[in-house]
């Protein structure tokens, strides 16, 4: 081209336009694609092998599965929103597991399609639990103080309460706005509250809250005796 001119380029003369170099690009993408493919669908296979082997547990749940699209950003709340809403049938107050049924939170807000769920390590977070080899019944609540570590309390403990580490602790319900027997966490370790009138059992959430993916809302639930 002369000074001054633009310059013309021939995109059947461009490298990258080559008949080669496209076929070879195209091979890299289709590879990389299915390989990628492949893994979602081996860990969605690990998921429904999951639910699939489920113990009896003397709840029927009606399940409404759901991906997480957002969570806060902070270290004061405990909170994801997840892809579906109330066209879903989802309400406030649901209950929300993984895969493996461990209790992720409650349903706090619902819109249309979206809702945000109040992580069990939230300091808003509250319900009733129990110790499943000793049969202690306690409160089950976030912590401001043990948001940071990932941990949640189960309180409202005497000192004659046989709770001791290791116990795994389930949600109990006296009512019927959730389901019993939904696992929650491990006991971690045993504290006396301040003022020495009561303890709390520190516990390690059996869902793994800091890398949700997929969650399970319980829309519905029926006691099977």
Not at 102 to 131: N, Y
Not at 198 to 208: E, G, K, V
Request: with cysteine; aromatic share 6%.
């Amino acid at each position: 081209a002369k000074e001054g001119e633009g310059r013309k380029i021939l995109l059947s003369d461009n490298f990258r336009s080559r008949p080669e170099v496209l076929e070879g690009t195209n091979f890299i993408f289709r590879n990389i694609m299915t390989a990628r493919a492949g893994e979602l669908a081996r860990q969605e296979n690990a998921r429904l092998r999951a639910l699939l082997d489920w113990p009896e547990t003397g709840q029927d749940l009606t399940l409404t599965p759901a991906w997480v699209i957002a969570r806060t950003p902070d270290n004061w709340q405990g909170e994801v929103t997840l892809d579906q809403g109330k066209a879903q049938g989802l309400q406030p107050g649901q209950c929300v597991v993984d895969h493996r049924r461990a209790l992720v939170g409650r349903v706090k807000e619902v819109g249309e399609t979206w809702a945000t769920v109040t992580l069990v390590t939230d300091g808003a977070f509250q319900l009733a639990g129990q110790a499943s080899a000793s049969g202690v019944l306690g409160t089950l609540q976030g912590d401001l103080a043990l948001l940071p570590q990932g941990e949640v309390a189960f309180a409202s403990l005497t000192e004659a309460d046989p709770v001791s580490p290791g116990e795994e602790v389930i949600t109990f319900a006296a009512g019927e706005t959730y389901p019993s027997g939904l696992l929650v966490g491990t006991v971690d370790r045993v504290e006396t509250d301040p003022g020495g009138l009561t303890r709390s059992a520190i516990l390690t959430p059996a869902a793994d809250l800091a890398s949700l993916a997929q969650v399970f809302v319980v829309t519905a639930f029926e006691e099977v005796r």
